[in-house]
């Protein structure tokens, strides 16, 4: 979508043409008359800006489309927050935490962060850029404490046939998170309706043994006794790496 500027077309001598802008499709015809109105208008060519996709980094809210845009007084170039399309496209062409080497995910040192969340999908499955995540911490001797093959990695072995210890040498080449994508892909046969189910279902996971619940509740009520929102495992580990970290629940 993209965002164009008409103005009015005057009738009057010395009348002064109103503009305002309209959010549209590039493959819409441009508009003919104000649709507030119904008067003549005429689309004004300028610079202008289209948003094809809108990411986090961006926090202009959205616009409604046909609706005068008000007319706020100019900010100053170096006011605090005041965002332009320029700085967007270097925060996504040239982020800042990547020049500065802040964290390297090809090699995750989870002294410092927690892996990826289980909830993170890889080819529609739950939990693998976790477990990708642990394993080149563990290659990298920075994986904390962090343990690939634990038991929830263990789900994600029973449900595609694949050995652990292949996929960790699948890692341990230094293959991309596409790469090892189609290794898995090559070695197991589940058809994409599976991968969504079992997604589902890994997200939505309980304890169920006794001693597993007796765990899930130790911990929970180690980190966040007062969160009645912490059911599944993937709450609990969330939350867990949130506290881990210093994060206050």
């Known amino acids: 979508m993209a965002t164009y500027v008409y103005e009015t077309i005057p009738e009057q001598p010395g009348e002064a043409p109103r503009r305002f802008e309209v959010v549209q499709s590039m493959k819409d015809a441009p508009l003919a008359r104000d649709p507030a109105t119904g008067r003549r208008v005429r689309r004004v060519i300028s610079g202008g800006y289209g948003l094809m996709g809108v990411g986090e980094k961006f926090r202009r809210p959205r616009r409604r489309a046909v609706r005068p845009r008000l007319r706020l007084p100019r900010r100053p170039a170096h006011s605090p927050g005041f965002l332009t399309m320029s700085d967007l496209e270097k925060a996504y062409t040239a982020p800042a935490g990547a020049a500065r080497g802040a964290i390297v995910m090809a090699a995750p040192d989870l002294t410092r962060h927690p892996p990826r969340s289980p909830r993170t999908r890889l080819g529609g499955y739950v939990h693998l850029p976790r477990l990708i995540d642990k ?115």
């Open 135 to 249: 394993a080149r911490a563990q290659i990298a001797g920075t994986n904390g404490d962090y343990h690939f093959d634990c038991p929830m990695d263990q789900r994600f072995w029973a449900f595609t046939g694949i050995a652990p210890e292949a996929m960790f040498a699948a890692i341990q080449s230094g293959q991309s998170d596409s790469e090892l994508l189609a290794f898995v892909q090559a070695h197991t046969r589940r058809h994409p309706s599976e991968i969504a189910a079992w997604s589902q279902w890994f997200e939505q996971l309980t304890p169920g043994s006794p001693e597993s619940r007796e765990f899930f509740n130790a911990v929970h009520r180690q980190n966040a006794p007062q969160r009645e929102d912490i059911v599944t495992w993937f709450d609990w580990l969330e939350l867990d790496d949130y506290v881990t970290f210093g994060g206050r629940p």
